[in-house]
C-alpha cells in the first residue's frame, strides 16, 4: 500500500516569499490532515479536511497560510508572506475515517525561512 | 482546550533495560489515545492505540501501553529495550464524539537512546 506523499522534500526560502506544499493522501482516505513540527516540538494541527470540505482550521494562521483540498484528494497548504518563525516540518497526514481508524504520516515538508 | 504532558524529554538507557514513558492528557470526554515513533530519518509511525475496550494495548515491536482513565494516563512500557528502538517517541490524543474526531493533539516527545 502505498504511503502518504509529500512534496517537495526540503524548501529554503526568504522572509516575505511564499511557498507552497503538496500531499497525495492514501487512496480512500476521507481525512486529510496539514501538521506544523517545529524543531524540539510535537506536531501542531493547522487544517483537518473530511473529503473537500474544512472541519478545523481553528490553528490556521489564516492571515499568512491558506490550503485547500480540491476533488476530495490531493491538498496543497500555501504560505504567504513567509516569516522567519514558520521554519519547521511541515506534516501530511490521512485516515481512512476520523475517529475510527489511524492516522498515517508523510515524510514531511522541512522549510527554512532565512 | 487539551493538551498532552510527556513526563521525560531525553532518556537514555542501556540494552535490555526497561523502559516506561508518561503521558498524561488533559480532557474528561471520550478520548482516543496513540503513540507514534519516529526513527532518525524516517516518517511518524504508529506504535499502538487505544479506541476502546481493554486498557492495556499491545503495539508493535513489544511495546505495550496501559489506559488509567481515572488517571488520564497512557504510559508506554517495552521490558527490555534494544538499540534499534532508538528514536523520538510521541503520545498523542483525540477527542471522539458521534459526529466524529477531531485531529490529534501531541505531546512534546520524548528522546530516547539506546546505549549498546
Known amino acids: 500500500e502505498a504511503g502518504v506523499a509529500q512534496s517537495p522534500r526540503y524548501k529554503i526560502i526568504e522572509k516575505r516569499q511564499s511557498v507552497a506544499f503538496w500531499c497525495n493522501p492514501i487512496?480512500?482516505?476521507?481525512?486529510l490532515y496539514w501538521y506544523q513540527q517545529i524543531l524540539g516540538q510535537g506536531p501542531k494541527l493547522l487544517i483537518q479536511f473530511q473529503n473537500n470540505g474544512v472541519v478545523d482550521d481553528s490553528q490556521l494562521p489564516k492571515d499568512r497560510f491558506s490550503a485547500e483540498r480540491l476533488k476530495g484528494v490531493d491538498s496543497t497548504l500555501k504560505i504567504q508572506p513567509a516569516k522567519l518563525e514558520d521554519s519547521a516540518v511541515y506534516l501530511c497526514a490521512s485516515s481512512l475515517e476520523a475517529g475510527v481508524t489511524e492516522a498515517f504520516f508523510g515524510q514531511g515538508t522541512r522549510l527554512t525561512v532565512v | 482546550a487539551q493538551s498532552v504532558s510527556q513526563h521525560n524529554h531525553h532518556v537514555i538507557l542501556s540494552e535490555a533495560a526497561s523502559l516506561e514513558l508518561g503521558c498524561n492528557y488533559s480532557y474528561g470526554g471520550t478520548v482516543n489515545l496513540f503513540w507514534y515513533v519516529q526513527y532518525p530519518g524516517q516518517h511518524l509511525q504508529l506504535l499502538l492505540k487505544y479506541f476502546s475496550g481493554d486498557p492495556l494495548v499491545k503495539g508493535i515491536k513489544g511495546f505495550e501501553a496501559e489506559f488509567i482513565k481515572s488517571k488520564f494516563s497512557f504510559n508506554l512500557r517495552k521490558p527490555s529495550v534494544q538499540w534499534s528502538d532508538t528514536a523520538e517517541y510521541f503520545c498523542a490524543v483525540n477527542r471522539y464524539s458521534g459526529g466524529g474526531a477531531d485531529g490529534l493533539t501531541f505531546g512534546k516527545g520524548t528522546h530516547l537512546i539506546i546505549q549498546p
Open positions: 487512496s480512500g482516505h476521507a481525512t
